[in-house]
């Protein structure tokens, strides 16, 4: 029995799927105004094995959410992670958030841009083929009336950028899917299998999450 335990933190979801075979068992998420997931993570965890009537034992592997994205999510996640690996001596699988998150667009005919806000008018992103294939990698930009132009035909954006997105991006060829607003640990289910499966593990001892920029302090003005 291949069960899986999936971490999502990198965005405002704190989100915990247990997975059998690439299929989702239980899927807890919340996803609030403050990022409260260093309260409800373990919570979450504890709860969807008492559902389940497994064991931590039982769990052949943890997945988590490699990022980008926030950068105190990223650390609650990875740490949770890594502490449930030593512990229970299974390897570890690293999913990029954004992939995970352009995975919840159905079948389309264009597309995908997958954005994390990154504060003001920069993003994380990315550019997926339809068939959900990375054909630009990851990057972190910052919106402008120019971005995307390069792109022809219908090209979807998903994630918590839309709102402040459609505010530059206004060519006719722009979609808004409002309704993909976080990625999940829902997604990650057939994605972590898949690599568990080709035995695709990261290094517990020096995986680091993937933040994409330097992690600054802003002080307030007195």
Aim: glycine share 4%; charged share 20%.
């Amino acid at each position: 029995m291949s069960y899986i335990l999936n971490i999502e933190t990198a965005t405002k979801n704190c989100s915990v799927s247990l997975a059998q075979h690439g299929e989702t068992l239980i899927c807890k998420e919340i996803s609030e105004q403050g990022y409260s997931h260093a309260e409800k993570l373990h919570v979450f965890i504890d709860e969807i094995m008492k559902e389940s009537g497994l064991a931590m034992t039982d769990l052949q592997a943890i997945a988590v959410s490699q990022g980008p994205g926030s950068y105190t999510g990223l650390r609650i996640g990875v740490s949770a992670a890594k502490g449930l690996c030593y512990a229970l001596s299974i390897p570890l699988i690293a999913i990029d958030t954004l992939t995970t998150l352009a995975s919840q667009v159905q079948k389309t005919d264009g597309l995908i841009v997958p954005m994390i806000d990154a504060r003001r008018m920069e993003v994380y992103s990315a550019v997926f083929h339809s068939n959900k294939e990375m054909i630009r990698e990851v990057q972190a930009e910052i919106l402008t009336e120019d971005s995307f132009l390069e792109q022809s035909g219908p090209i979807y954006f998903v994630g918590d950028s839309n709102e402040k997105a459609k505010s530059v991006l206004t060519k006719s060829n722009f979609i808004f899917l409002d309704t993909i607003v976080f990625p999940s640990a829902n997604e990650m289910s057939a994605m972590s299998y898949n690599k568990f499966l080709k035995e695709d593990f990261v290094d517990l001892a020096y995986f680091e999450p993937y933040y994409l920029k330097d992690f600054m302090i802003v002080k307030k003005e007195m």
